[in-house]
Structures are given as structure tokens and as C-alpha cells.
């Protein structure tokens, strides 16, 4: 079955630390480019992060500096490390990935950034 999930979001201080796993079939996974989206009540779903299959990364300008990509293929999981958090960053976060033209999502995962 072809899927992606997400996990580790959750309750964080501004300042703080995340980071979110997506584990993905190994179908999707190997040999394709993973990234991570985010979306925010009320607004659009915007890229956060890709990494190809070769490791090479790009990133939102507002993640340049805080928040890193990166993927196991031992594993078939890419990971978000996120560190200082900031209110903003308040959002559901989802995996993303395509193969043959088919896009696939996760279900995402919560990420609330609060004192």
C-alpha cells in the first residue's frame, strides 16, 4: 500500500525544538524527491523543504537557517528538524512526494508553537 505518515509534531515554547519523521513506502520513497509542506488555518499549503534523491536540499526562506531536511533511505523516512520555533511556524505539516504523475500526501501532523 502506497503511503506516507507523519509524526513527532506537537506543543512547543517559541524557541524551541521539533522534529517530524515521515515514514514512506518504499515505492514512493526510493529514488524520489520528499519534501515537507505546511499549512496554517486560513491559509494556503506552502513548501517548507524538498530533498532530492541525492541529497540535495532546498528550503522556504523562512526555514533558510532553522529547520533542516534530510532523509534515511535505510529507513525510507525524511525528516524535519526544526529549531527555533516561532509562533508562526504554527501549522499542520505534510509529506510530500510524487512518482509517475501520481502525487501523494500524508495525513500531517500538528505543529502549535506557544508560552
Known amino acids: 500500500q502506497v503511503q506516507l505518515v507523519e509524526s513527532g509534531g506537537g506543543l512547543v515554547q517559541p524557541g524551541g525544538s521539533l522534529r517530524l519523521s515521515c515514514a514512506a513506502s518504499?515505492?514512493?520513497?526510493?529514488?524520489?524527491?520528499m519534501r515537507w509542506y505546511r499549512q496554517a488555518p486560513g491559509k494556503q499549503r506552502e513548501l517548507v523543504a524538498g530533498?532530492?534523491?541525492?541529497?540535495?536540499?532546498n528550503y522556504a526562506d523562512s526555514a533558510k537557517g532553522r529547520f533542516t531536511i534530510s532523509r534515511d533511505n535505510a529507513k525510507n523516512t525524511v525528516y524535519l528538524q526544526m529549531n527555533s520555533l516561532k509562533p508562526e511556524d504554527t501549522a499542520v505539516y505534510y509529506c510530500?512526494?510524487?512518482?509517475?504523475?501520481?502525487?501523494?500526501w500524508g495525513r500531517g501532523t500538528q505543529v502549535t508553537v506557544s508560552s
Open positions: 510530500n512526494s510524487a512518482r509517475l504523475g501520481v502525487v501523494y
Open positions: 530533498i532530492s534523491s541525492g541529497g540535495i536540499t
Open positions: 518504499r515505492s514512493i520513497f526510493s529514488g524520489n524527491a
